[in-house]
């Protein structure tokens, strides 16, 4: 079992930066791939960015070049830097963690229990 715990949200203007963390409980963290999805007010939720066990990445078109996922095992965290902020970045955020995953699904195990984002233009 695993638990998630996501922070960093908050108001921030267009074109800010923001960076949120998921803390991970358990014992296995560095097996499991790890994600943020987004979802905005009548919208579907979205996947946002995906870190593999082994570092490798994946993000959705409209954040690559601004957003940057990571992750620090011995921490057992994962963040996402969000850089250039836009209005339609705005959405609850939402950290995923599940094994075997391939870096493009939204089948995770685990989820969080979110965190707001709301960029003002």
């Known amino acids: 079992q695993v638990q998630l715990v996501e922070s960093g949200g908050g108001l921030v203007q267009a074109g800010g930066s923001l960076r949120l963390s998921c803390a991970a409980s358990g014992r296995t963290f560095s097996r499991y791939t790890m994600a943020w999805f987004r979802q905005a007010p009548g919208k579907e939720r979205e996947l946002v960015a995906a870190?593999?066990?082994?570092?490798?990445?994946n993000y959705a078109d409209s954040v690559k070049g601004r957003f940057t996922i990571s992750r620090i095992d011995v921490k057992k965290t994962v963040y996402l830097k969000m850089n250039s902020l836009k209005p339609e970045d705005t959405a609850v955020y939402y950290c995923a963690a599940g094994i075997d995953i391939r870096l493009d699904s939204i089948d995770y195990d685990y989820w969080g229990q979110g965190t707001q984002v709301t960029v003002s233009s």
């Open positions: 870190i593999s066990s082994g570092g490798r990445t």
